[in-house]
C-alpha cells in the first residue's frame, strides 16, 4: 500500500503507513496535533514533512532529521513511547535542529560567553552527542514548560532546567535569532504569573 498523508491542523504534513501494525491510532493523532500547535507558526515552514515509520523501518527507537530534505522522521516506538504521551518530545527535539540549522542558534549561543557556554555543555541523554543536541533540547524543553506550561523533568540534566538555570538557557533561545527581538515580546501585556519565581 502506498504511502498515506494526512495534514495536521496546524498545517503540518504527515506520512504513514496504513496497516493494521503501523496505523498511528486516534490517541496518537491528537499528540500530534497538541505537540505541533506548541511549535512556533514561524517555525512550522522550516519542516517539509514528518515521516511516521513502520515498524522495522529506520530508525528502531526515538527520531532522526534529514536537513536538506527538511524531513523529521518518527520510529514506529517513538509515537508509543510512555515519555511521548502527553506530547510527542521527540519531535519537539527534531524540530529543535531544524530552528537551529535554519537561523544557526547554536553558533549565536557560541558567542554569549559563560552562559552560552553552559548551554551548550547541559548534559544530554541519546546516542548523538555534540552543541546541537543542547539547542535542540532546550527548544524542546521551552515549549513544554513556558508554552505548554507543563511540568518537565530533564532527565539527563534535571537541575538545568529548574529556576533560575532553566530561565537563563530560555533567555539565550529567546534572544538568538530564532525569534523575534525581545522589543516585540516587550510590547506585549505581560501576564500577572510571569513574576512568579
Ligand atoms: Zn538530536
Do not use: K
Not at 500547535?37 to 527507537?61: C, D, K, Q, S, T
Not at 514506529?76 to 519531535?91: D, F, K
Not at 546541537?132 to 506550561?149: F, G, K, N, P
Amino acid at each position: 500500500m502506498p504511502l498515506q498523508e494526512r495534514t495536521l491542523e496546524t498545517g503540518i504534513l504527515c506520512t504513514y503507513h496504513d496497516e493494521p501494525a503501523d496505523a498511528p491510532l486516534e490517541e496518537h493523532w491528537t499528540v500530534l496535533e497538541q505537540t505541533t500547535a506548541l511549535i512556533p507558526a514561524e517555525h512550522r515552514p522550516l519542516v517539509a514533512r514528518v515521516e511516521l515509520r513502520g515498524h522495522g523501518e529506520f530508525p528502531a527507537r526515538g527520531g532522526g532529521s534529514d536537513r536538506e530534505a527538511r524531513v523529521i522522521r518518527l520510529s514506529h516506538a517513538s509515537l508509543r513511547e510512555s515519555y511521548n504521551r502527553r506530547q510527542n518530545v521527540t519531535l519537539l527535539h527534531e524540530w529543535g535542529h531544524h530552528v537551529d540549522w535554519h537561523y544557526d542558534v547554536t553558533g549565536w549561543v557560541a558567542g554569549q560567553g559563560e552562559n552560552g557556554r553552559t548551554l551548550l555543555q547541559t548534559g544530554h541523554t541519546g546516542a548523538t552527542q555534540g552543541p546541537e543536541e543542547r539547542i535542540a533540547d532546550c527548544y524542546m524543553v521551552y515549549l513544554i514548560q513556558v508554552v505548554a506550561d507543563r511540568p518537565y523533568e530533564h532527565r539527563a540534566d534535571p537541575e538545568a532546567y529548574r529556576g533560575s538555570a532553566a530561565r537563563m538557557r530560555f533567555g539565550l533561545l529567546l534572544g538568538s535569532p530564532a525569534f523575534p527581538p525581545m522589543a516585540e515580546v516587550a510590547a506585549e501585556p505581560a501576564p500577572a504569573a510571569a513574576a512568579a519565581p
